[in-house]
Structures are given as structure tokens and as C-alpha cells.
């Protein structure tokens, strides 16, 4: 399950945002998914994926798309910020369009819905136990289907991949599990405010843990 969205009735204002891990981002009108015959025993499509290796990595219940923004975190570290606007709004059925320009080895980490002229952060978690926190306005807003900047300075040998990219919410305390099944608390507001080249600081010890298994 990827996200679950209780409500009282369908609003028509109202939009799902998707987005798969292979880079591909549609908005479909709520009542898309209005009460259908056999609601009870079949469940109705969301998405249509091109390849048996996609999956949708975020789902958001958005009111209307005007003053929101998206932005999306790959493994090889680009980020990609641009308007909700440049996304159509297609049928349930649909594919949807290209989110972010990946290349052949990268993949979409996370996708997020921001409000426009928030000032918002986010908390990066790399594959080696760094943790770092930025300004999303560190990222110029680009366009729709293109690379990204990088948010993390790129190592020639052992290089920091993102593991996971989490938005910041109030009281929110993050949880790193490594391989040897350590577990981390870290709260992000105690997290200093690093530029966009910055790979953070390490949570954990190299020389004694092993990588990052889980983010929560």
C-alpha cells in the first residue's frame, strides 16, 4: 500500500498525483474513481505502467494543482523541481509523462507535492549513513522531463547514492536502520541547513556498521 486517502464524498476539484519509480508522473480527476459496480470485489486500475519493473513510489490527493509544485529525488542523486501545472490530467487508465530525464542506471527515490513559496526543507539519507538537510529553493525550478541538479557532490571512489528523501514536517523524527540492524533516531530540525553540493554528515560509524537498509 502506498497511500490511503479517507473521505466523505467525491470532490471533483480534487486530483491524484502518481508517480513510478521509472520516472513517469500523471494527475487523474478524483471522481475518475467514483463508486463502480463491483467496487467490493475487484479493484479498478490507477495507472497504467509500461514495464513489469515499474511501481508507483508516491501518491498524493491534491485540491486543484494551482500554487503547487513538484519535486523529485533519484538515486544518482538530480533533483527536479518544476510546476504541477506541466502535468496533464489524464483518465485512470493512462500512463501518464515522462517526470525527469533518468539515465539508464537511475531511478525516481521519491516524489513530492509542495506548496509554491513554502519554505520548505527536505532530509536526504544516502545509501552509506549520511543524512543531510537543504532548502528546496537550493534547486532552480527547471521544467518537466529534464535531468535535475545534483543535491549531493558526486565522490570518484565510493560515491553517495540516495537512499532515501523525505520531506520535513513538524516533529517528524526520522529512523535509519542499517544492515547489522542498528537503528538511528534523528530529529531534523537539530540537522544544520547544508548548500546543495553537501553530502551531509555521517549517523552512523563506517568502520563498525555496514550501509542503510531502511528509512522511516
Known amino acids: 500500500i502506498v497511500g490511503v486517502f479517507p ?28 463508486v463502480w459496480r463491483t467496487y467490493k470485489s475487484r479493484p479498478t486500475l490507477c495507472i497504467k505502467l509500461k514495464t513489469e519493473t515499474d511501481e508507483i513510489i508516491s501518491a498524493e490527493l491534491v485540491e486543484g494543482s494551482a500554487n503547487l509544485d513538484v519535486l523529485l529525488i533519484t538515486h544518482l542523486a538530480f533533483g527536479l523541481y518544476y510546476d504541477l501545472e506541466e502535468v496533464p490530467v489524464v483518465g485512470a487508465r493512462a500512463s501518464g509523462v515522462k517526470s525527469i530525464n533518468l539515465k539508464n542506471d537511475d531511478y525516481v527515490v521519491s516524489g513530492m507535492i509542495l506548496n509554491r513559496g513554502e ?39 565510493n560515491p ?19 544492515e547489522t540492524n542498528k537503528v538511528y533516531g534523528i530529529d531534523y530540525k537539530e540537522l544544520p541547513i547544508n548548500d546543495r553540493q553537501s553530502n551531509g554528515s555521517f549517523v552512523i560509524d563506517e568502520k563498525q556498521d555496514i550501509g542503510v537498509t531502511e528509512v522511516t
Not at 19 to 25: D, H, L, N
Not at 137 to 154: F, H, I, Q, T, W
Not at 160 to 178: L, M, P
Open 119 to 157: 519554505d520548505a526543507t527536505l532530509t536526504i539519507v544516502t545509501q552509506r549513513g549520511s543524512v543531510k538537510r537543504m532548502k528546496v529553493n537550493e534547486l532552480s525550478k527547471l521544467g518537466r522531463a529534464k535531468r535535475g541538479l545534483m543535491v549531493l557532490r558526486e565522490l570518484k571512489s
Open 7 to 34: 473521505y466523505h464524498e467525491i470532490a471533483p476539484n480534487k486530483q491524484f498525483v502518481f508517480v513510478t519509480k521509472e520516472g513517469m508522473i500523471k494527475r487523474t480527476a478524483m471522481n475518475e474513481f467514483d
Open 160 to 178: 553517495h547514492r540516495v537512499f532515501a528523501a523525505i520531506k520535513n514536517r513538524e516533529k517528524q523524527i526520522i529512523s535509519v536502520q542499517t
